[in-house]
């Protein structure tokens, strides 16, 4: 099972531990590190050239998606209900 989060970029979802709102997500100074910490260890993958609109975070990366968290959840469950076909 995959999620496409934009452009060229498609991951499993299994890897996927948390979405977030990008804009709820940088209110909090300890998320705005984390992110921070990210960017120096080259971990963070800004997806597209529009305004990001999530935060996906996986065990390995951390993405900004141009898609909307209510879409990329859709995505995922599709992508689950696909494979139980």
Known sequence: MFIHL??????????????????????????????????????VVDVGEASPKSVIITDEYV??????????RRRSDQSITEQSK
């Open 63 to 72: 993405y900004f998606s141009p898609f909307s968290p209510s879409t990329l």
């Open 6 to 43: 934009g452009e060229d970029t498609i991951i499993r979802t299994a890897e996927v531990i948390a979405i977030f709102d990008y804009d709820l997500f940088n209110q909090e100074q300890e998320n705005q590190l984390f992110i921070e910490n990210n960017k120096l260890s080259k971990r």
